[in-house]
């Protein structure tokens, strides 16, 4: 649960999918689509200004009737964006995501942003970890003693 979540970012891949806030909520769903993602960073000159998601699109277009082929991104997006940085921890994650009621944060370093990390990249980190947590005990079981190097 102390693992950085730059270590996540590592394993993962530091690639951001971002829109400008000028584009239609078309444009930007289309995006999602081709992307496989269910959040576009929100990026206006190089700053990021929202996060558009599966759950605006549903609660801001949908539910409000909006026409996604003449409304802007900017009209809908999440503008209040919750951040963290790589130093954050697996469990400082946990917190935000459930606290904050949210599935994706964008990770800050020094201003710039260098990725993004999503409830389910976390949700795969806990499941890998333990499942290597249940082999190395299984080793330890069957062998009398632990299958890792020495110092790891």
């Avoid at 990026?43 to 801001?60: A, N, S």
């Avoid at 909006?66 to 951040?83: H, K, L, Y």
């Avoid at 995501?97 to 964008?106: G, N």
């Amino acid at each position: 649960m102390n693992t950085p979540i730059s270590a996540l970012l590592d394993r993962k891949g530091h690639s951001v999918f971002s829109v400008l806030p000028t584009v239609t909520i078309s444009e930007a769903v289309a995006e999602m689509n081709r992307q496989r993602v269910g959040c576009m960073l929100v990026i206006d000159e190089g700053r990021l200004v929202g996060v558009f998601t599966e759950r605006d699109v549903l609660k801001r277009v949908v539910g409000a009737g909006v026409d996604p082929t003449r409304t802007r991104v900017a009209e809908v997006m999440t503008s209040s964006v919750i951040t963290v940085s790589p130093d954050a921890t697996v469990e400082q994650a946990m917190v935000i995501f459930t606290e904050k009621r949210c599935r994706h944060l964008p990770v800050i370093e020094q201003g710039r942003l260098v990725g993004t990390i999503s409830i389910g990249d976390i949700t795969r980190w806990m499941a890998d970890s333990s499942r290597a947590e249940a082999e190395h005990l299984k080793n330890y079981i069957t062998t009398g003693f632990s299958t890792a190097p020495f110092g790891s």
